[in-house]
């Protein structure tokens, strides 16, 4: 759908401009509107400048901010490569004329204009020449556009100036879209690199309290204040590897908790694991993404049934066992996550509500705040399966 500014100046064109010259002008406006990038549109726009004026060259002239400079941006026609990046003075030549006027010039004898600031290569002669400036929105100007030596020994006439500024309306707002596309796109870049840069804080400062917590764990001797630092770690260790996905996967909003889990139960492994205890982690998952809150539940979850494992189930094994870790999404858009084991089993009226530990009342709060079930089975060993939403 057309802007209330696209409007107006397409009525502009048809008031102006008729029969053949009306055609080929709307027709290079809509291959111009369709231009995302910079260098697009301006390369673009200088296509549509010779195809619409019938000319031997053409060029397209941006201002610096902060010089007041004409940059030569994007020229056509034969000395393309020589005059492109030139610069142009302040108020130098017919351009800066244009500028400080606001207003289209041309003229079919430039070797008597004054206003000629002379070429800018020796290996070209203009003949005529016109040029308009470049508004953008708030009126100020963001450079012009030339179009030089119509074909055919024409000359430029008034009638030339509505064609010309018709199209040089539509080409700044075409450059000035794009510069507020790319202006919002490296805002974006900034801001993913400020957060990775967060998230990498985050996972290092959690390492390091990680670190901390084992060099005291090391001088501990009572079991259970030895047992309570592991945990600690283990849950620490959790919110860790959300933060090192996150980092290293372009801060996306989603996690792949089939990676997620199998980097989780491989520290955890590591950091719970007994010499004379072999404890093996056997995985079934398939990629299920989901939202890095929703995981970090997860992963806490995953966590303290993990060391409850470790702690409880091969009490009576002194071989060990192995713990089985299953994910999959259903058809129905849940997500079934199981952990089970090989080991002692449970009571057969254990729940978590009525446990007292605070790991159980942790994975309480987890499965709320996932809004998940869970389903305790016995037989070999203990199974959990949790059911919860994507």
């Known amino acids: 759908m057309q802007s209330k500014k696209e409007k107006q100046l397409n009525k502009r064109v048809v008031d102006n401009v008729a029969g053949d010259s009306l055609q080929l002008l709307l027709k290079n406006i809509t291959s111009l ?17 010779q195809n619409v004026m019938n000319v031997e060259a053409s060029s397209l ?44 010039y041309y003229s079919n004898d430039i070797e008597h204009d004054e206003n000629f600031g002379g070429e800018l290569s020796d290996e070209f002669t203009t003949r005529n020449i016109i040029c308009t400036p470049l508004f953008k929105k708030d009126k100020n100007v963001l450079g012009v556009l030339q179009a030089i030596n119509r074909f055919d020994n024409e000359d430029f006439s008034n009638r030339d100036i509505n064609i010309f500024e018709a199209l040089a309306d539509h080409v700044a707002a075409a450059i000035e879209r794009t510069q507020e596309i ?37 001088e501990v001797e009572d079991p259970h204040a030895k047992h309570v630092l592991e945990s600690t770690c283990s849950r620490i260790e ?21 990676a997620y889990l199998r980097q989780l139960a ?29 995981a970090m539940s997860c992963g806490l979850l ?56 605070i790991g159980s009342w942790l994975i309480n709060v987890l499965l709320r705040r996932l809004e998940a079930t869970v389903d305790i089975k016995q037989g070999k060993g203990a199974s959990f399966l949790i059911r919860f939403k994507k």
């Open 33 to 49: 509107n369709r231009a995302v990038e910079l260098q697009g549109v301006l390369k673009e726009s200088l296509d549509v400048i």
């Open 238 to 258: 959790s919110m860790t590897e959300v933060h090192d996905l996150l980092h290293n996967s372009g801060l996306t909003h989603y996690i792949d908790m089939s």
């Open 302 to 357: 995953i966590n303290e049934l993990l060391v409850n494992a470790y702690k409880h189930a091969f009490k009576n094994k002194p071989g060990g066992g192995h713990i089985f870790i299953k994910l999959r999404q259903t058809d129905s858009d849940y997500v079934n996550l199981t952990v089970s084991d090989d080991g002692a089993g449970i009571d057969k009226d254990f729940s978590f509500e009525d446990s007292g530990s």
């Open 182 to 218: 790319e202006g919002l796109q490296q805002e974006l870049d900034d801001k993913e690199l400020m957060l990775r840069e967060v998230h990498h804080r985050i996972k290092n400062n959690l390492s390091t309290l990680t670190a901390l917590i084992e060099m005291e764990c090391n």
């Open 266 to 294: 491989g520290k955890i492994a590591e950091t719970l694991s007994d010499p004379a205890k072999k404890v093996a982690i056997k995985m079934e998952t398939e990629p299920v993404h989901i939202d890095t809150e929703r």
């Open 61 to 104: 002239m941006l201002i610096d901010e902060s010089t007041g400079e004409l940059i030569v941006s994007m020229p056509t026609g034969p000395v393309r490569s020589e005059i492109q990046g030139k610069r142009l003075e302040k108020g130098i030549g017919i351009s800066g004329w244009v500028i400080e006027h606001k207003k289209t």
